[in-house]
């Protein structure tokens, strides 16, 4: 939640593949909203059933828990993109601007690293958990069905740190290094 | 497996968890993401005690196992209700109806926006959302009424910290869910200091008008029928404020569930306001969106550097040195409340106590201070809460102020942090007063439970 307005600039990009991360990231983060939403009714429906009824929806924990597992997972690359994780900038706003530039290309290659580590690691995840068939306790459902959103979200979140990266690069004033 | 430092050897954990801590702050300086620093530094340290495999392994499942925890599935619900709850027109109706009832007093107009931001922030647990929503309703109401540009921009950045204040709050789920306390039992605790940080705010205000008569002038008093008229259109606020506190408490529904059933209540109100558009729904969805994907990035991290600080026994260290000093816990909780003041000019509230929590809190427990554990904890957690909040509106990177700001436009920072200063006194008079007497904290908890 910093605001660096040269960073909002860099964002606002005119080429295509940028304009598609950030229809996918956004219709992503809808996705995931919605997704939110129907565990408000799932939770709603419950309650209603067991105070009024005394007959509670069976599993709902477990749809709850795979619901936001999914919601959260589609919420990451968006909040990238909108450059909205935190960072400590007490120290560093007094830095000169092509110092913070040069920081900010450190930090998105670092965090490229890491995002597509998980990516490339969560792949072995899935492949776990279809081979040894990891089930819910009461629903029987399949664990690996909502971790596929999941691998997308790392996998489109390592795309746009690729790109944040790039255009960072691109926008570095070369001149003032020298 | 070969680990780098044998595994018998105490001593070099610990030391391996001391040196990490620079390393930290060094990358935080260099900025890194917090929750991205938080990981690197809790994967590297556990691969020198354990090896990389552990980590490599724990990488397949930590972001699956962390993201579908039942507990943690409250964040983004609560995040969503209050989200709602900015775009349901709640917070004019909250103002009229507390300016009906305040603005014919000196300095009024700003004690019925911290009253208001006292109403908003019973349905929404988080700051910056409550200092922003507010700040667009009572901001202009308050220039043209004539208040200074320090009261009005002051009462505003102080009133939005109301929003974790007053039950629900996010921080206070994931300390309690950090410390493996009861929600329900911290929310009840937070009840009366929530009350009394509007209390103190209002009588700031009432002390400064004195000082300052032109800079707070008042409106005509409002009689009885206009304010129950007003009163009518808040009433939904209560009723879903009671709901989901009540339910949790009475042990109705989970936190969880209720944070679903206040989402659903609020969703339900800003559907019926007809200024809800469509382009509303988005930014609600997009707001909630990247607060809980920041929240949880964090957590991620934390998670990391968490299983490391554990590993690394560096806690326990960390108490037995306490403790073999001797001082009077209380001095210790002190000097914990004054690293969290300097702390709080530094970084952000959640991170804060992402990174101390699991420091501090085990040194906490193992302390007497007459109370039971829980108690302690409980005590201890509104006293963190409070002043990781007043770092909300402090210099240099108060966001309260930095947002109200930014609303008002044209007015300097320095003018909002002057105008701050009056509710820092309040809040640090209310935070000596709570730690005096950890019976106020703990009546409500006395007493219901």
């Given at each position: 939640m910093s605001n660096n307005s040269w960073y909002e600039y860099s964002i606002r990009s005119n080429d295509k593949f940028g304009r598609i991360l950030f229809y996918l990231s956004n219709f992503l983060s809808i996705f995931g909203g919605c997704v939110l939403i129907i565990i408000v009714i799932i939770n709603v429906f419950s309650i209603s059933g067991r105070v009024l009824f005394s007959s509670p929806l069976l599993g709902d924990f477990e749809l709850v828990e795979m619901g936001c597992a999914i919601a959260i997972f589609s919420f990451l690359p968006f909040c990238h993109l909108k450059n909205g994780n935190v960072i400590v900038d007490f120290f560093s706003s007094k830095f000169p601007l092509y110092i913070r530039q040069l920081l900010d290309i450190l930090s998105n290659f670092v965090f490229l690293l890491v995002a597509s580590f998980f990516t490339?690691?969560?792949?072995?995840?899935?492949?776990?958990?279809?081979?040894?068939?990891?089930?819910?306790?009461?629903?029987k459902l399949p664990v690996w069905i909502a971790f596929i959103p999941g691998i997308f979200s790392f996998f489109l979140l390592t795309l746009v740190c690729f790109h944040i990266?790039?255009?960072?690069?691109?926008?570095?004033?070369?001149?003032?290094?020298? | 497996m070969k680990s780098f430092f044998l595994e018998n050897y105490d001593i070099e954990r610990i030391s391996l968890g001391i040196y990490l801590f620079p390393i930290l702050f060094l990358l935080l300086v260099l900025r890194i993401p917090i929750g991205l620093s938080m990981f690197l530094v809790g994967a590297f340290g556990t691969s020198l005690i354990a090896g990389w495999l552990p980590i490599i392994s724990q990488l397949k499942t930590s972001a699956w196992h962390l993201f579908s925890n039942y507990s943690l599935s409250v964040i983004p619900l609560f995040l969503l209700m209050g989200n709602f709850a900015a775009k349901a027109g709640m917070s004019a109706a909250l103002f009229n109806f507390a300016g009906a009832c305040l603005g014919h007093r000196k300095g009024g107009v700003a004690m019925a926006a911290v009253g208001a931001c006292a109403g908003f922030g019973a349905i929404c647990g988080s700051s910056l959302a409550t200092a922003a929503t507010m700040g667009k309703v009572a901001l202009p109401e308050l220039r043209k009424m004539g208040y200074s540009n320090a009261l009005s921009t002051g009462a505003l950045a102080a009133g939005g910290t109301l929003g974790i204040l007053i039950p629900p709050s996010v921080i206070l789920i994931i300390y309690s869910i950090l410390t493996e306390q009861n929600i329900a039992k911290m929310f009840l605790a937070a009840f009366i200091p929530g009350f009394l940080a509007a209390v103190g705010y209002i009588t700031a205000i009432a002390i400064y008008v004195r000082f300052f008569p032109n800079s707070g002038p008042n409106k005509n008093r409002v009689d009885f029928k206009s304010r129950f008229l007003l009163f009518k259109n808040i009433w939904h606020v209560l009723l879903i404020f009671f709901i989901v506190i009540g339910g949790i408490y009475l042990g109705w529904f989970t936190p969880t569930e209720g944070a679903a059933v206040g989402a659903a209540g609020t969703g339900l109100i800003a559907l019926l306001n007809k200024n809800f558009s469509l382009k509303s729904f988005f930014e609600v969805i997009n707001d909630t969106a990247i607060t809980t994907a920041m929240i949880f990035l964090i957590l991620l991290g934390a998670e990391f550097?968490?299983?490391f600080i554990a590993l690394s026994r560096i806690t326990n260290i960390l108490a037995e040195t306490v403790l073999s000093y001797d001082y009077s816990p209380f001095i210790i909780v002190a000097i914990i409340l004054i690293i969290y003041i300097f702390l709080g000019c530094l970084m952000d509230s959640l991170a804060m106590i992402l990174l101390t929590i699991p420091v501090f809190f085990p040194v906490i427990i193992q302390l007497d201070f007459g109370m039971s554990i829980e108690e302690t904890a409980?005590?201890?957690?509104?006293l963190t809460l409070i002043v990781v909040e007043v770092g909300l509106i402090t210099p240099p990177v108060g966001l309260n102020a930095f947002i109200i700001n930014k609303i008002a436009g044209d007015i300097p920072i320095k003018e909002t942090f002057k105008g701050v200063l009056p509710f820092l006194i309040s809040d640090f008079l209310r935070v000596i007063l709570l730690f005096a007497f950890p019976g106020i904290t703990l009546s409500l908890v006395r007493l219901l439970y």
């Open positions: 490339y690691r969560m792949i072995y995840g899935v492949i776990d958990m279809i081979k040894y068939n990891e089930q819910t306790m009461l629903l990266l790039l255009k960072e690069i691109i926008n570095m004033d070369l001149n003032k290094i020298k | 550097f968490n299983s409980i005590w201890f957690g509104i």
